[in-house]
């Protein structure tokens, strides 16, 4: 049997429902699937799609509902949750698996997979959006520009738009945690936000911190290089507060405290509205150094990051099922090049001296 259809799992959340509503641009109709029955059919009715109830907790139920499936983009996050089931049945049906998750832990678990994924002559491609295509894109014309790069910085700046409820989840289960970042090719946990600094970026001078991202992972795949912090745009007094955070992570990391940040983020609206995304736009700065002091640096502008996830991963979708894809464990940039960001809409590159 030729399998040519495409699974959207956690179609009803917030990214999955813009995923499958920008789908018909990218000439995908993508089966909507996920556990909550009413709001996948709801979606699924208003959208004219078909759609399939199941949850990932059988195995055997999960590999039945992929058989006839050729490709899964996961959205079902918390992905430490959840990506090790799918995957297993992806790798189990013969079936391409691409993700929207952030993770650094669970991109490090999918990597374990890469034998398995290439045995089944398959891809597995987490961060198939804004984690981590633009930056991923980044770090690769960096290295490309300097070879012999022994570091790397990369920094996003958000302008507008806001968190979805499975993003501030994803972080509220981090609180309390330390941050990492990769020396000399291994992983160093430190304090979050032990570092800050000032970059000049279209023209301006913008703070930034350091921050635990799916890059400290993925850029390592994709470059190789060994020593490796991202940053994101941070206002300078919050900055100071987080400096004394390490003095109360035990109370952070307690399920009460965690509890209450849960049940606001809940009372929240589900992400930003359309107009605040429209609004919204992302700079992305990288810069990178060798042993000599040899430096080279990049910036771009994307669109907003929840619009960069939905046509990234649609526009990877389209690849894969065109035959554009390579088996095994990839990152966006490993497979599809520097250039990939720039086909999703919203992109340019910005003289990097302004």
Known sequence: MQKKNVLLYGANGYTGELIARYAS???VQPILAGRNEAA???LAERLQLSYRIFSL???AVLQQHLQDVQLVIHAAGPFSHTAKQMVEACIATHTHYIDINGDISVFELIKTYDAAAKQANIMLLPGAGFDVIP????????????????????????????????TATT??????EKAVIRENGTFVRKPLG????????????RFVMSLQ????STAHHTTGIPNIEVFTG????????????FLFNWLLRTKFIRNIIQQKINERPAGPTDEQRANGSTLVWGKVWNAKGEEKTSVLQCADGYSVTAWGNLLITQKILQGNWKAGYQTPASVYGKELVFEIPGSKAINPAL
């Open 194 to 205: 032990f570092k800050g600094m000032w970059l000049t970026v279209a023209n301006k001078q």
């Open 135 to 166: 930056t991923d894109c980044t770090a690769l014309e960096l290295k490309q520009q300097l070879p012999d790069a022994t570091h790397l910085q990369l920094a996003f700046i958000s302008n507008g738009g806001g968190l979805s409820h499975g």
């Open 57 to 59: 907790d059988d195995a």
């Open 213 to 216: 991202w799916g890059d400290i």
């Open 234 to 245: 941070m206002q300078p007094k919050t900055y100071r507060l987080l400096k004394f955070q």
């Open 171 to 176: 972080m509220a289960q981090r609180i309390g």
């Open 25 to 27: 641009e990218y000439n």
């Open 40 to 42: 996948i059919r709801s």
